[in-house]
């Protein structure tokens, strides 16, 4: 029976085109804190479903998904980092939630990255 291929074994065995020595994985120690997803439900009515596919992965994962339309319905994010204190956030891509972005065609499920001073 053949051996199996990893994807560790294939990684090795694939010439790499670069010079310099990949960088070392970064240490990573898990805290307790609530795991959450800045999260959109105009997912769902994509023409591609990856995104909303993710989304509900991670919700059956434990994740809990914030943003307009869901339990918590916080749409900045300094006031949802200092709320829920998460240990993880998820976040997908910022065109589709950056309103100067001509991707975002959901304006009330933008997310608010900095207060501005009025």
Same mark, same amino acid.
């Given at each position: 029976?053949?051996?199996?291929?990893?994807?560790? *074994?294939?990684?090795?065995?694939?010439? #790499?085109?670069?010079?310099?020595?990949? %960088?070392p994985a970064p240490?990573? /120690?898990?805290?307790?804190?609530?795991?959450?997803m800045l999260a959109?439900?105009?997912?769902?009515? #994509?023409?591609?479903?990856? +995104? $909303?596919?993710? =989304?509900?992965? %991670?919700? *059956?994962? +434990?994740?809990?998904?914030?943003? #307009?339309?869901? !339990?918590?319905?916080?749409?900045?994010?300094?006031?949802? %980092?200092?709320? %829920?204190?998460?240990?993880?956030?998820?976040? =997908? !891509?910022?065109?589709? $939630? !950056?309103?100067?972005?001509a991707a975002c065609? !959901?304006? /009330?499920? #933008?997310?608010?990255?900095?207060?501005?001073?009025?």
């Amino acid at each position: 029976m053949a051996e199996l291929e990893t994807i560790a *074994k294939r990684i090795t065995a694939t010439p #790499h085109s670069y010079t310099c020595e990949p %960088l070392p994985a970064p240490s990573y /120690q898990r805290r307790d804190g609530e795991r959450i997803m800045l999260a959109m439900k105009s997912f769902s009515r #994509h023409m591609t479903d990856e +995104g $909303w596919q993710l =989304q509900c992965g %991670l919700r *059956k994962a +434990g994740y809990r998904q914030v943003g #307009h339309g869901y !339990d918590y319905s916080e749409t900045r994010v300094p006031e949802i %980092l200092g709320a %829920l204190n998460p240990s993880v956030v998820i976040v =997908q !891509d910022k065109r589709e $939630w !950056d309103i100067e972005n001509a991707a975002c065609f !959901d304006f /009330q499920a #933008h997310f608010l990255t900095c207060v501005k001073s009025i």
